[in-house]
């Protein structure tokens, strides 16, 4: 937590109605002074992150079709899983680089590289392209399935 920054009570959990969110659980986080967030009653996007990453996760070609035989396979999977998510996946919401890049700051060396290449390319072969190059500019903010009115204000910007 001290790596991230993260201090409280800016945490919070985000977690389904279930009864067991509601009990103990909600007590004991409530102790450790995490916030709780609950979804909405028969939305199941309301944590769009954890949607995402758990639908990357499904769609990887080594994903076990038939579950895992046990706890300690889905562990080992599960490890190496994350590992190419934050080391090797390339995001096309943060310029695709990984996440690990974004987080450690090399993401605008590398992205200030393409938009070099890029340039290059468009001036030796300027008929390839009928308008200007990719943006490889690095968005501040990352949002997934964002309100009407955040994607209203993306568009201006």
Request: charged share 25%; net charge neutral; proline share 6%.
């Amino acid at each position: 937590m001290h790596k991230e920054q993260v201090s409280f009570p800016s945490l919070i959990l985000q977690q389904d109605n279930g009864a067991p969110m509601r009990g103990t659980l909600k007590a004991s986080m409530e102790n450790l002074g995490v916030l709780m967030s609950y979804s909405r009653p028969h939305v199941s996007d309301d944590n769009p992150y954890s949607e995402s990453l758990f639908g990357t996760m499904k769609t990887r070609p080594a994903y076990p079709r038939n579950g895992f035989a046990e706890i300690e396979e889905a562990r080992v999977w599960c490890a190496a899983f994350v590992d190419w998510y934050n080391n090797e996946h390339r995001r096309s919401a943060i310029g695709y680089v990984t996440p690990s890049q974004r987080h450690d700051g090399e993401g605008d060396e590398i992205l200030a590289k393409r938009r070099c290449v890029y340039e290059q390319a468009k001036r030796q072969h300027p008929e390839r392209w009928s308008g200007s190059t990719r943006s490889w500019q690095a968005p501040e903010v990352v949002y997934l399935n964002p309100d009407k009115h955040t994607l209203e204000m993306l568009r201006k910007w």
